[in-house]
């Protein structure tokens, strides 16, 4: 394989990877979601987590940059076993375990394993250094918008600090959302990718040429 032909397809594969980057970056970034409602707080509002258990708290408005009461809560712990427990919730949200990838919608809702519905006392097992996704849906008797739900996720790590919220974001439009990474994320993961090729042929040419 000549080396014009080699440069050639890379080039190729660079234009093709940036417009995938592109793609999925517009798409994250649409008008009708937003990042900047749900927050992860270790003092839990209304009832203490169960004895010698940490509490997290994950609280999510309907509307961009909200603050104050009007918003949903979703209490967590986790016991000496690392599994991960809701032990209290308000009404107006479902919570569900979802993946990177995934779409989080009315059609897809009813897929995914439950973590909270009006009780409902899902868990998932956790492991030292795991992130995990949830998915959760704003019900449209809870919140102040046309009458519809809306959809949404939250990227959560677990190490031995604890809980740590990575990332989130809630569609306001309720046609549903897809799990991604963080736009910042992207642009890294297309950096290396475009990066590393150029390292071994700039090794072969300083050879060459030696």
Not at 7 to 21: N, Y
Request: aromatic share 10%.
């Amino acid at each position: 394989m000549s080396s014009d032909f080699r440069v050639r397809g890379l080039i190729v594969g660079v234009c093709v990877l940036s417009a995938l980057i592109s793609f999925s970056i517009s798409a994250t970034c649409s008008a009708d979601v937003f990042s900047s409602s749900v927050s992860l707080s270790t003092d839990p509002i209304l009832r203490p987590p169960p004895s010698g258990q940490p509490g997290y708290e994950i609280q999510t408005w309907s509307e961009p940059n909200e603050t104050g009461a009007s918003h949903c809560y979703l209490d967590l712990t986790i016991n000496s076993n690392l599994v991960l427990s809701v032990y209290d919730a308000n009404i107006g949200q479902i919570w569900y375990v979802v993946t990177n990838g995934a779409m989080v919608s009315s059609a897809t809702q009813s897929s995914f394993p439950l973590l909270e519905k009006w009780g409902y006392p899902g868990q998932m097992q956790l492991s030292p250094g795991q992130d995990f996704y949830l998915g959760l849906c704003l019900l449209e008797n809870w919140i102040d918008d046309p009458p519809y739900n809306e959809y949404g996720w939250v990227h959560l790590q677990y190490t031995a600090s604890g809980l740590s919220l990575l990332g989130n974001e809630i569609d306001d439009s309720g046609a549903g959302v897809i799990v991604v990474p963080e736009p910042s994320a992207l642009c890294l993961a297309a950096l290396a990718v475009m990066v590393l090729p150029l390292g071994p042929r700039s090794s072969r040419k300083r050879q060459r040429w030696q």
